[in-house]
């Protein structure tokens, strides 16, 4: 009997809204069930396009805006090939902690928005995409709170931008949800 194909659920939103953690704790049920999952992220650490988002993201190297998503979309299509399809295809779960969405969302900062849709319309949607809408004000306090360097996109102006695109993404992309990520993080879990 041929194995069923496994499911690809992703994690998006701010900076600081929560997502990495709902991430761990959606693992963490799948794997008490007893099912196969594969936690990831994006940008990842292992494509020569992904050490140069790294690079960008920390301010020692420069792109243009269109360069940056070229870079992300490149990154993305390694991703897809070397993690997500085949453990889709060995039947296991994947969970992503951002995706395209966030190109999207945090593209439109510098790069036309029917662009970035144009970049990204190549790859495979998710099962299902959870963002977690929490305030750019809200993300800057808990960003803040933890001391983390501040990274390229963590700026006020910059969060507000990309979650002003993010409200708009699930009238254009399937089985796209918004969860309120500013309540305590086990009513968002229940939700998830």
Known sequence: MPMER????VFEGLDGSG?????????????????GVVST????????AGKIIKKILVREETRSPKEFQELF????????????LPALEAGKIVISDRYFLSSIAFGS???????????NSGFPNPDITFILNVSPEHCIERIYAHKRDI???????ALKKAWETYQKLPGRFPNVHII?????????????
């Open 6 to 9: 496994g499911k690809f659920i």
């Open 19 to 35: 997502k990495t953690t709902q991430a761990g704790l959606l693992a963490r049920f799948f794997e008490f069930q007893g099912r």
């Open 41 to 48: 992220k994006e940008p990842t650490e292992e494509s020569d």
């Open 73 to 84: 979309a490149e990154d993305r299509k390694a991703h897809l090939n070397a993690v997500i």
């Open 109 to 119: 900062i510098g790069c036309d928005f029917e662009w970035l849709i144009g970049l």
């Open 151 to 157: 990274k390229l996109f963590e700026r006020p102006e």
């Open 180 to 192: 309120d990520g500013e309540r305590p993080i086990d009513p968002i879990f229940e939700e998830i």
